[in-house]
């Protein structure tokens, strides 16, 4: 069974950066592409970033040239940089897996961007 744990998530104020990270255990060679998606309050749950293992990246517009998604292989871990943030971006942050047809989400972590 596949395990996603994510850190990183805080309190920034507007313009700033945090990393986010997430750490995948077992069931690991059956994942393809991992990634960030996220949920504000009020809001449906929305895609971020995805990367696949080859490191094909995916971004939603609204962050586009503000985060940037890695993945390193060796630590089974994929990273979320974000730079710039604004208000709208607070949210809480779900690290995603997908693979052999299966959904996998960690627990989440919270994002607070002050005006």
């Known amino acids: 069974q596949v395990q996603l744990v994510e850190s990183g998530g805080g309190l920034v104020q507007a313009g700033g950066s945090l990393r986010l990270s997430c750490a995948a255990s077992?069931?690991?060679?059956?994942?393809?592409?991992m990634g960030w998606y996220r949920q504000a309050p009020g809001k449906q749950r929305e895609l971020v970033a995805t990367?696949?293992?080859?490191?094909?990246?995916v971004y939603a517009h609204s962050v586009k040239g503000r985060f940037t998604i890695s993945r390193d292989n060796a630590k089974n871990t994929v990273y979320l940089q974000m730079n710039s943030l604004k208000p709208e971006d607070t949210a809480v942050y779900y690290c995603?897996?997908?693979?052999?047809?299966?959904?996998?989400w960690g627990q989440g972590t919270q994002v607070t961007v002050s005006s």
């Open positions: 990367i696949t293992n080859g490191g094909s990246t």
């Open positions: 995603y897996a997908y693979g052999l047809g299966y959904n996998y």
């Open positions: 077992g069931g690991i060679f059956s994942i393809n592409t």
